[in-house]
């Protein structure tokens, strides 16, 4: 499955700032539950988070992305290597990954194909991990403007593959043995004004504004600068993440 080229291109190019970091613990937790730290192969969607954290706890990390887009603005690390790679064949020989990873993205990817690439690269007692940001929590009067705006206003505009992630990764893999994980979440504080710049790199926000509807997004957009009285003012936000895990039983 490929991503629709507008909503990766434009993402490719926002400003990481106005985005939520995955939690540290979160990278420390998947490296603890690993057997061995040998190899990470992650999947990513227009940005390079997972593949910089995990470099810090694997020997070497892949970072493959499903789309042929270039990363300029990946960072170099010694242990960190970029490919382009689908979730039908993953371009390594049988059981040598120690954790192979999909953040922000199994809503885009063939459960089936990746279940059976999982099984056949990963070693023995090795994971899967898939995780992803849930709709954030505002700690402020804009938050039933912004819930009103994702259910409502972007609800034809959301590709049915949402739908996997909003259901908790209902299709996650039978093949390997679903571990019980903790609860994780991001907690980041932003200014209106990044806000608002997160929620124009939505797809639903970019297929709303192709459909010549960009009216509803500056509605949105004035009506929370309105409520907040300044494009700075800093909001507390919260995103609590969908974390499946699921490991590969020893001696397959």
Known sequence: MMIPARNFSYQAGVDASNHPRYPEELFSYLAGLSTTTHRAYVYEIGNNQAATYLASRFDEVISADMNQVKKPNAPSKSRLSYICSTSAKIPLVEKTVDLLTVSQAWHWIEAKELEQEAYRVLRPGGLLAVWGFNLPRIDEPISALVHHYYNHELKDYWPDERKNHEQAYADFPTRLALLPTPAFAVHQPL??????????????????????????????????????????????????????????????
């Open 191 to 252: 200014t209106a004004s990044q806000l608002l710049n997160y929620i124009l790199s939505w797809s639903a926000t970019l297929e709303l504004i192709a459909a010549g509807k960009k009216a509803v997004y500056d509605k949105l957009y004035q009506d929370v600068l309105k409520r907040l009285g300044s494009a700075d003012k800093l909001l507390n936000i919260s995103w609590p993440l969908t974390l499946k895990v699921a490991r590969k039983k020893q001696g397959c």
